[in-house]
């Protein structure tokens, strides 16, 4: 990491220790264990999320397919090595290019070598930037028809609502003309299956929380006390999220690139929202971006969607 980078990074771990509910954004989940852990979240019994939303791909990729139709460039936002990517790489029908796109170059670029391997007569062009910002697409030899974005997991969630729709908006851009948004969207439901999706018994998720701040005191200088903090997920129902902080048990000061903080007992640092929506509520976002949700496939316990959206 650039100096520079590492610089502007520290200062917005300051400020977002400044604001009156301490917050530290989730992009600090991911260093190397973080990574691991997450995947490791995915596989966990608790964790529906995942196994659900493959199962909604599989049980319909046939007309997933027919919808795409052939000749398409797949954009991929975020890690680019799951499961669900596969099942698409496999079925849709002589796809033009595949064009993951990721923040964290070395984990974007292994698994670009590992798909290439593995469907070797795909053209595989990896895009290293921030999703949330505009980015250039890359020219692929043969001239797609369409572009369709894929945003699986559920990551829109993890947005606040104005960040959700302005990522929307930069995918309808991304999408162009004829393109679609395929997206794996997490539904309202039971809190206690939410809650308990985020609350593992193995406490993985708890593991990747906490490690936030083990990766803060290593790459950033900082000196929390590790033991005093704990993991909490809770869903708050007025917004349809689960709000994932850090919990402090003892006052303490924390050193961070030379501010110091006092951190009360039993005070939080909000680390993570993770947003539940209704059908008609995510449409009616998806709407505002531009989209229109053209199909909206589930699975029978309407735990989560799939939902292709085009271009209204
Ligand atoms: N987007 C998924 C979700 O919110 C995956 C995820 C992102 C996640 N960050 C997480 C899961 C932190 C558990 C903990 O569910």
Request: aromatic share 8%.
């Amino acid at each position: 990491m650039s100096a520079a980078t590492h610089d502007r990074e520290l200062r917005e771990i300051i400020d977002g220790l400044q604001q009156s509910e301490k917050m530290i954004s989730p992009k600090y989940f991911y260093d190397e264990r973080g990574s691991q852990l997450f995947d490791q979240i995915t596989t966990l019994p608790e964790y529906y999320q995942t196994v659900t939303e493959l199962g909604i791909m599989r049980a319909n990729i046939a007309e997933l397919s027919t919808l795409i139709g052939p000749q398409a460039s797949l954009i991929e936002y975020g890690s680019g090595s799951s499961l669900k990517t596969r099942v698409l790489l496999e079925h849709l029908v002589d796809l033009a290019v595949y064009v993951p796109v990721d923040i964290s170059e070395d984990h974007l670029l292994s698994s670009a070598r590992q798909i290439r391997s593995e469907f070797p007569g795909l053209e595989v062009l990896p895009v290293v930037a921030d999703f949330t910002k505009q980015f250039a697409l890359p020219d692929p030899t043969v001239m797609p028809l369409r572009n369709i974005v894929y945003f699986p997991g559920s990551t829109i969630g993890n947005f606040t609502d104005d960040d959700a729709r302005e990522l929307l908006r930069v995918m309808h851009h991304e999408a162009g003309a004829n393109g679609a948004m395929l997206i794996g969207v997490d539904l309202q439901k039971d809190p206690a299956i939410i809650e308990r999706a985020y609350n593992d018994s193995a406490g993985v998720t708890a593991e990747f929380n906490l490690n936030m701040l083990r990766h803060l005191n290593r790459a950033y200088g900082a000196d929390f006390d590790l033991p005093s903090w704990s993991h909490e997920a809770k869903y708050n129902e007025t917004e349809g999220r689960i709000e994932m902080r850090l919990l402090n048990s003892t006052l303490q000061t924390v050193n961070i690139g030379h501010q110091t903080f006092v951190i009360n007992e039993r005070e939080g640092i909000l680390t993570e929202y993770s947003h539940k929506y209704t059908l008609g509520g995510f449409a009616a976002m998806a709407e505002q971006a531009g989209f229109e949700v053209a199909k909206v496939w589930t699975d029978a316990g309407q735990l989560f969607s799939v939902q292709y959206c085009v271009r209204a």
